[in-house]
């Protein structure tokens, strides 16, 4: 059994950072891949990032790339999503999720955290 618990939202002025944290227990942590997703209020939850078990591997929705980095410690049973220059349009919840491949269709993740809260003003 997989569990994930989410940390690091908050409410931001646009340009601003966060790093949002993913501790995960389990004992096969280091052999899933990983992903981020995040749902804003009115809209279907989207994919915003994944990365690989061994983190050699990373992938981004158009709307993050080069402002949000993925990132996992194997040692410390983490992921982590870096986001820098956020924006308004980045406002939702986001969760973590866990399964064996790290793409972008979210039914291939069988693992998924309860979600944090990131808000981002103008």
């Known amino acids: 059994q997989v569990q994930l618990v989410e940390s690091g939202g908050g409410s931001v002025q646009a340009g601003a950072s966060l790093r949002l944290s993913c501790a995960t227990s389990g004992r096969t942590f280091s052999t899933y891949a990983r992903g981020w997703f995040r749902q804003a209020p009115g809209k279907e939850r989207e994919f915003v990032a994944a990365?690989?078990?061994?983190?050699?591997?990373?992938t981004y929705s158009d709307s993050v790339l080069g402002r949000f980095t993925i990132s996992r410690d194997n040692a410390k049973n983490t992921v982590y999503l870096q986001m820098d220059s956020l924006k308004p349009e980045d406002t939702g919840v986001y969760y973590c999720?866990?399964?064996?491949?790290?793409?972008?269709?979210?039914?291939?993740?069988?693992?998924w955290g309860q979600g944090t809260q990131v808000t981002v003003s103008s």
């Open positions: 990365i690989s078990w061994n983190g050699e591997t990373t």
């Open positions: 999720a866990a399964g064996f491949k790290a793409v972008v269709a979210d039914t291939a993740y069988g693992y």
